[in-house]
């Protein structure tokens, strides 16, 4: 629970707001029909309520996640930030290391290669210390 505590709490606003966007719309239908000596038709109310959610949905919601995950895609999928660059880079150094370290070399690329999870994808912080330098 504690692990996907942003996204419960995400999902709890969105659906304590959306509730609360229905129950006030019901009220503004009903003052409406009545404003128009109308009958308040409950098929009426959910088409209408439906079209505006998804008019909301469609304009805000639906352009930040656009926004979101299509700059995530494209800044981390082939851009010049991406971690095809980075894996270029540490096999650009892992040579020069070997061309300037000789034997050790080799111990030393592994010995961070494990520290800093690079064979699994997954940076480990803060582990400058462990190496002797910082």
Do not use: C
Request: aromatic share 16%.
């Amino acid at each position: 629970m504690k692990r996907y505590a942003y996204g419960w709490i995400t999902a709890l606003f969105f659906l304590s707001s959306i509730a609360a966007y229905w129950v006030f719309g019901w009220y503004a239908f009903v003052n409406e029909a009545r404003e128009h000596h109308g009958q308040v038709q409950i098929s009426a109310y959910l088409v209408e309520m439906g079209r505006d959610t998804f008019e909301n949905w469609q304009s805000e919601f639906l352009q930040l996640l656009w926004q979101v995950l299509g700059l995530a895609y494209f800044l981390y999928v082939g851009s010049p930030a991406s971690k095809e660059n980075d894996d270029r880079l540490e096999a650009k150094v892992d040579e020069l290391l070997k061309m300037a370290g000789g034997e050790r070399a080799q111990a030393l690329i592994d010995e961070m290669d494990r520290r800093y999870l690079r064979t699994s994808g997954h940076a480990k912080p803060h582990g400058h210390g462990d190496l002797g330098y910082e």
